[in-house]
C-alpha cells in the first residue's frame, strides 16, 4: 500500500515562470492607477472649484504646458543639464557616504569621536550655505553641486552608518575567525549587510539631490530646469510652472524605479525580497 | 585543586565594571566633544585675520553671538521655531510608521501608492510651498505642514523597508501562535522595524530642521531660520554665522534628546549586537 | 484528525524550481505521536510548514479535523528548527513564552503559573528575566519548547527540537513531552534526526525518502505505552526497531526510492521489506 | 546719445576696444520687468560697441547676486537700492555704475503699489493693524509702505508684514490669507485682473522719481579695471536711454527672459528709465531705512556714487 | 601548541553579570583531537570563542605555539553553533565555501578543485549554485563543514557541527573529519553533545561542569587509532567509556562539581573517582 507509482520527472515547472512577468505587469499597472488617481484628483480639486484654478490649475492645462515646453530645445538643454549636475552630485554624494561611513561605521573609536560632529553638521540646511557656493564657485553648477552634496551626502552618510551596525555579529565572527583583510571584511560582510540601507540611502539621497539641484538653479541661477522655473515663476506662467514641477516629480519617479530594479538585481537574497518573489 | 567559594556571580567583577563605566562617561564626554574642538580651533587660526567679508574670523562671530541671541530673540525666534519643529516632526513621525507599516505589509499596496509618493516626494518643497499656502494659509499650520511632508519620506521609507525585512521565521512563529493583528504590529512588526524607523526618525530630525529653516524663508514673519536668512540678507554676516551655528547646535541637543530615547528602545538591538562582540 | 493528502511542493525561485516534496498521503488520529526521520534535505521541514498552514502546497492539501489547511489553524504549536531565529529577540525569556498565552487570552495568574511551570520543566527557571541572545544555543531552544509546552496546543509540530542540547537534558525533555502527550492528549508530530529517539516517542514513525520525498515506510511502534529512558531502550523490540528503522534511513539516503522496488531494471530493489507499520491510517503515494 | 537705432553693431565704437578683442562680463540680474534696459540693450548690441561682451546671469533674488559680485564671478549685478543701502552699513564696499529704473510717478498706475480685495481698505491709513505681503521683509518694500501709511496718518509700527514671493501673492490676496500686498509686474495687472484694487502706489507716493534699483559693481573691482567699468557703465545709460526712448521695444523684450501672459505683458506698466541716479531719492532711501530700522547707522549715499 | 591557563569569562550585561566560565586550565598538543562535552549552557560554546580569539577573557590567558591569542589566529577555521547565521545568504553555497580559500590567496584552480571536494565531501555537490537559505537546516550545517574542511587549517574548531544531520549522514560527516585529521594533522577541538561521538571522535574527551565551568574530568580515549562506524562502536572500550562519560554528564547536569569533591560536608561528593584521564596536559580547577 505504500508503494507509490507516481513518478514523473521533477516539473521544472513552466507555469510559474509565465506567472512572474504577468505578476510584475500587474504591479506596474497598480502603480499606474496610483498616479492616474492623483491627475484625476488635480484635474477634478480646481474644476469643481475646490482650489482656485488660477493658482492650481487642472492636470489637463498643465500638462499641454508640459506639450508645448517639451518641443523646445531649450528645455532639453535645461533639462540635460540639471540631469548632469544631478548626476555628478549624486554620485559624489553617494561614494563619500559609502566610504566614509563603512570607515567610521566600523571602527567604533571613529563613530564614537565624529558623532556629535555629525549631528551638528547635518541640521545646517543647503540653502543657509547658497552664499557660501556663490561666493566660492560663482553661480556656475559647481555652486549647485556644492549644495547637493553637501544634502545628500548626509543622507548616505546615516544610512550607511546604521546598515554597518547591523551587521550580524556571527557573521562577524566568521569572517574574523577566517581572518579576513579589513578591505575583505567591508566588501564581503559589512557592504551586503549595508546595502539595503544604502538603497534606502539611495533612494532618499537621489530625490533630495533632485530637490537641491532644482532649488540651487532656482535661487542661484545656475543653468537648468530650476532656471526655467525661476522664469516661469517670476513671470506668473502658472501653468508652464507646473509643467515644469510634473517634470522632477516624474524624475522622481523614474528615480525609484530605477531604485527598485537594482534592489531586486543586488538584494535578491535579503528576506524582503526573497518573501515577495516567491512563490 | 583550590576550592573557590562558589557564587554565581563574582562580586569581585560586579564593581570593576561600574567604575569602568563612570571612566566610560568621562570618555564619552571627551570623545564627544574632542573633534569639534579641534575643527573650531582649526577654524579659529585659519580665519583669524580674515579681510574676507563673508569668512569673518570666528573670534568675530563668537564675540556676536551672545548679543544676537541672548536678548530676546531665543525667545521671539528660536522657540516659535522649535515648536513648529517639534510639532512638524511628530506628525511626520506619526504619519512615516503608520503609512510605511501599511505600505510595507502590503505588497500590493505599495504597488499602487510608491510611484505617486515618489513624485511628490521629487518636488522641492520651494516649489510646493506656494501650493501649500493655498491650503493652508501662511502660518504656523503651513510650516508645521511643510516640515512634516518633507521629514515624513526617511522615516516611511525606512518603515516600509524595515517591515518587509523582518524575519521570516519570526514572521512565522506570530502566525503559528496566531498572535492577533495588532498584538503582531506592536510586538512583530514595529519591534522588528524598529532599527530601521530609528534610522529613519533620525534622518528626519535633520530634515525637519532644514525645512523648518526653508519654510520661514516663505511667507514668514519670525523664525530661527527666518532671522538667518534676513542676516543674510542684511548682510549682517557673522550674525548670519552665529545662526547658523546656532541650527547646528539645536541639532546636537535634538539628537541628545534623540539618543536618549532612542537607547531604551533599542536596548534589545544593541544588546545582540555587542553581546558577542567582546561580552562586556 | 490530520489528513495529508497527494502532498506535493516545489520551491520556485529565479534559479530554478526544486521539487521538495513529490507525494505524500497519510493520516494521523487525534491523539497519536507520530515521529518522523529521514535524511537530510529530505523535504521534513517542508512537510511540518505546509502541515501548519505556513506554506502553499503546490498541489494536494492538508486538512485537520475535518478542515482545509490554509493559514496556521487554532490550538497548533510549533517549534521550528531555527529555534534560534523563532525566539523574540526583543523579548526576554519569560515575555517570550508568556506572549502566546496572552493572546490565548489566559488570565494573568494562570499565565504566571503556565511560564514558571514550563520553563521550570525545561531547566530555565533561574533565567526567566534573560533575552534569548544571552542564551546557550541549547537554552534559546529550551526556550522554543518551552513556549510551546506553556501554550498547551491540541496539536504540536516540533522539528529537531532537542538537537541542541546534551544527552542528559535530551533524555528529560523526551520525557516531558511524553508527559505533557499523555496529560493534554495532543496530537504530536515529531521530527527528528535521532532514530532511537523517534522509536522511543512515537506510536509510529515515518520514514521518509530522499529528495523528493515520498514516504518510504510507515513503521508502527509496538513498545508498551509507558516507556522509560532504561527499559524501554533496552527492549528487544526495541532493538528491532531502530535497526530497521536505521537500514532504511540509510537506504534513503543511498537515494532508494519505493518506486524502484516496482520498477523491474533496478539493483538493490526489492531489499526493503514489506512492513507490518502499514496501518489503516496510511495510503502513501496514493 | 547712442547710435540711434544701433542697426550696425561695428559703427563707431564709443568704447575703447576694438570689436576683436571684447572684454567678457557677467551681469548678475533678475529675470523681472526691471530689468527690461540691460536685456533690450545687450539685443541691441549697445555692450558690444562698448567693447563688452555680457553674459546675463539670472537668479532669483538678490541673496544670490551681491555675493557673486563680491567674490569677483560676476562683474556687474542689478539689485534694489535698500539692499544697496544695506550693504553700505555693513561695511560692504559697493558702488553705483548705474541707474536700474524708476518710479513713474503715476500714483494711480505706477509699477509697484498696493493692493487688496477687502473693499474697507481704501487709503494707506487703512493698512495700520493689518496683515500685508511684501516680498523682503526690511528692504524697500517695508519702508515705502510704512512711509505711505505714516504719511496718511497710519501708524506704520501696528502693520504686519508677511514674507512671501511676488508669485504667490495674487492667490495669497484672493483667499484672504493677507490684507493687502505689495506687488509689482506683472504681478500687480495679474491681481488686478483678478478683482484686487489699487490702494496705494507706495514708490509714487514717497517720490514721484523715486529710484528703486541699480547696477553695482565692487570698489575694487571699478578700481581696478576702471576702462571696463566705465564701458559698462556708458552702455548701461545708453540702453536705459534706448529702452526709455523706445517703450514699445522695452516691452516686447520681455518675451525673452520671462514668461509673462501676453495679456499681461500688454495691460501692464512699465517702469521709468533714466541714465542719471537721483541722488536726492538715494539719500531719501537711506534716511528712510533708517528711520524703519533696517539699518542702524546713517549711510551717505554719496559713498556709493563714483 | 594551545595552552589554556586560568580562564575565566564573565559576561556582563545591564541586567548583571553571568560567569559563564570560572577557571579552565588544560593544554592540547599539535595535531590532537579533543572531544569537549558539557550540559546545555556550561560555557562550551564561550570557551571556543575565547579561544578563538574572538571573545576576550575576563582573566586568564590561551596562548596558541606559544603566542599568546589575541584575536584570531592564522590557519584556524570555526563551525560555529548557529551555522545558518554563519553563512553569508547574500552568496551562493560555493560562494561561502570558496571565499575564505581566496583570502588565503589561493589560486583559482585550486580553489575548485578544493570547494568541489568539500562540497561532494559533505554531500553537496548538486546544489552549489543555491543560496544558503534555499537549503534545508542540515544542509545549510554542511555548508558550514565544508568551508571549513575545504580551508584545511592547522586548527579546526568545531561547536556541534553535525546537530542537524541525519544519523547515516553523521556518521559519513565523523568520518570525513577524522580522515581530514588524520590527512592533515590539524589540531581539533569538537564540541558535541552525542557521547558516542565524543568517544568514537576523540582522543581525549573534556568534560565540563555545570556553570560556572571547570572541568570535571579530562578522560582519555585509549582506542585503536583506526576507528569504523561498527567495530569501534562494538568495543567493549568503547562501552565503558561512553558509560563512564555518560555518568560524568549526568552529574554534571545535577550540579555535581570537583570542588564538591574536597568540600567535606557536601553529599554526593566522593563519588567521582579519579580517573585515568588526568595526564600530564590537564590541571583542571587549579
Ligand atoms: N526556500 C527554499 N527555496 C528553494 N528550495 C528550498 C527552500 N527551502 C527548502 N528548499 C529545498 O527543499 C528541500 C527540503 O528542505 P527541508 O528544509 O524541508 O529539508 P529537511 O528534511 O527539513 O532537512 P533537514 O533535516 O536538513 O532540516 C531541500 O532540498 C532544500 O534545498
Ligand atoms: N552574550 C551573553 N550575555 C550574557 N550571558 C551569556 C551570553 N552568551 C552566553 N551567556 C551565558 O553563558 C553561559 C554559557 O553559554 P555557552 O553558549 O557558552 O554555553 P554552551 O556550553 O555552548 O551551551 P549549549 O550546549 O547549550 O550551546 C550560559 O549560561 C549563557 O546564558
Ligand atoms: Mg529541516
Ligand atoms: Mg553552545
Known sequence: MSAVTAAGPATRAAAPARRRPRRRAGKALLGLAGIVTVVVLIELLPRLGVVDPRFLPPFSEMFSALVERVQTPEFWTAFRQTLTTWAIGLAIAMVAGVVVGIVIGSVPFLREATASTIEFLRPIPSVALIPLAVLLYGTGMQATLLLVVYASFWQVLVQVLYGVQDVDPVARDTARSYRFRTLTQARTVTWPTALPYVVTGFRLAATVALILTITGELIIGTPGLGKLLAVAQQSGAVASMYALVIVTGLLGVAVNLFARLVERRILRWHPSVRRETAS | MTATPATTTAPAATTAPRRRRGGSLLRRFLMAVGLPIILLAIWWVASAGSESFFFPPLQEILATFPTTWFEGRITAEVLPSLYRLVIGYLIALVLGVGVGTAIGLSPRLRAFAEPALEFFRAIPPPVMIPIIMLFLGIFTTMKVFVIATGAVWPILLNTVEGVRGVDDVLRDTSSVYRLRPATKLRTLVLRGASPQIVTGARQALSIAIILMVISEMFAASNGLGFTIVQFQRSFAIPEMWTGIILLGLVGVILSLIFRAIERPVLAWYTGLRQSQRGGN | MLDVAGLKKVYESATGSTEAIRDLTFQVRAGEMVCIVGPSGAGKTTLLRCISGLLPPTSGTVSLEGQKVSGPPKGMAVVFQEYARSLFPWLTVEQNVELPLKEKGIGKAERRRLVDNALEAVGLADVPRSYPWQLSGGMQQRVAIARAVAYEPHILLMDEPFAAVDAQTRADLEDLVRALWHRLGVTVLFVTHDIDESIYLGQRVLVLSGRPTVILEDVAVNLPDTRDQLTTRNDPEFARLRAHVYDLVQKAKRGYRPEDAVAPAVTGGRDLPPTAGDGPWVNAGL | ?306
Open chain 4, 1 to 306: 546719445g547712442g547710435s540711434g537705432d544701433g542697426a550696425s553693431p561695428s559703427a563707431g565704437a564709443s568704447g575703447s576696444s576694438a570689436a576683436g578683442e571684447m572684454t567678457p562680463v557677467k551681469v548678475g540680474v533678475l529675470p523681472i520687468v526691471d530689468t527690461a534696459a540691460i536685456w533690450l540693450g545687450k539685443d541691441k548690441g549697445i555692450f558690444e560697441q562698448h567693447g563688452l561682451d555680457v553674459t546675463l546671469e539670472v537668479a532669483q533674488g538678490g541673496a544670490a547676486v551681491v555675493p557673486a559680485v563680491v567674490s569677483g564671478d560676476y562683474q556687474f549685478g542689478f539689485s534694489n537700492v535698500t539692499s544697496l543701502i544695506v550693504a553700505a552699513s555693513q561695511g560692504l564696499p559697493l558702488e553705483i555704475v548705474a541707474p536700474g529704473n524708476f518710479s513713474t510717478g503715476d500714483t494711480k498706475a505706477d509699477i509697484g503699489a498696493v493692493v487688496s480685495k477687502d473693499a474697507s481698505i481704501t487709503s494707506p491709513a487703512d493698512l495700520a493693524g493689518k496683515t500685508v505681503a511684501v516680498n523682503t521683509l526690511n528692504n524697500i518694500g517695508t519702508v515705502t509702505v510704512s512711509e505711505v501709511v505714516e504719511k496718511a496718518g497710519g501708524d506704520p509700527s501696528t502693520i504686519k508684514f508677511v514674507e512671501m514671493g511676488f508669485p504667490d501673492m495674487p492667490a495669497a490676496i484672493s483667499s484672504g490669507q493677507v490684507d493687502a500686498a505689495w506687488v509689482l509686474e506683472p504681478f500687480l495687472t495679474i491681481a488686478k485682473n483678478q478683482g484686487a484694487h489699487v490702494v496705494t502706489s507706495n514708490f509714487a507716493e514717497v517720490d514721484p522719481n523715486m529710484q528703486i534699483a541699480a547696477y553695482f559693481t565692487t570698489k575694487q573691482y571699478a578700481q581696478k579695471e576702471p576702462e571696463t567699468t566705465k564701458a559698462f557703465s556708458d552702455a548701461m545709460k545708453e540702453s536705459l536711454d534706448y529702452a526709455e526712448a523706445h517703450p514699445d521695444e522695452a516691452r516686447a523684450i520681455l518675451s525673452s527672459y520671462t514668461e509673462i501672459d501676453p495679456e499681461v505683458q500688454k495691460a501692464m506698466t512699465m517702469p521709468k528709465f533714466s541714465s542719471e541716479n537721483n541722488t536726492d531719492s538715494l539719500q531719501q532711501m537711506a534716511d528712510l531705512a533708517l528711520k524703519y530700522k533696517v539699518i542702524d547707522k546713517k549711510v551717505d549715499t554719496s559713498e556709493l556714487l563714483p
